[in-house]
């Protein structure tokens, strides 16, 4: 009974990220990484995709760049991510250079689906799905 008792005080209990993140920042003065998140983007992740992946790996002014001139509506709300995201970088840390920043990772998650109805023939209803999106971009500094 004792050694049960024991081992549940020496098992290491699991931290959230947020108190990892907040020990590591402690530790070395800055995060290896910086994130900006957006959730319920009313857009289908399907069209979103496209444009994360077009940006994923480039240099920060780069992908401004390639944001700004591109067609697609998805390329607005990911501009101003990842104009916030180097914002998050430069409030984290003054002294970290903009012109060292890479967009190391971004993924679109899908988030909650609206469901509509339209009439159609007969009396029946079809089914409209209206999709949420959900952006997460990760930049870090080029070693």
Request: glycine share 2%; charged share 40%; hydrophobic share 35%.
């Amino acid at each position: 009974m004792d050694t049960l008792k024991e081992n549940r005080r020496t098992k290491k209990s699991k931290r959230s990220p947020r108190k990892v993140r907040r020990a590591y920042r402690e530790e070395h003065g800055k995060l290896p990484e910086v994130r900006a998140r957006l959730h319920h983007l009313r857009m289908a992740p399907r069209k979103v995709r496209l444009i994360a992946d077009q940006i994923r790996g480039m240099d920060v002014e780069t992908a401004i760049l390639k944001l700004e001139f591109s067609p697609r509506l998805a390329a607005r709300p990911m501009l101003k991510l990842l104009k916030s995201a180097v914002a998050n970088a430069k409030n984290e840390d003054e002294r970290r250079d903009e012109d060292n920043l890479y967009v190391h990772n971004v993924w679109v998650d899908e988030g909650r689906t609206l469901h509509r109805f339209r009439p159609r023939a007969m009396g029946r209803a079809s089914r409209i799905r209206k999709k949420m999106s959900h952006i997460t971009i990760v930049l870090k500094e080029k070693e």
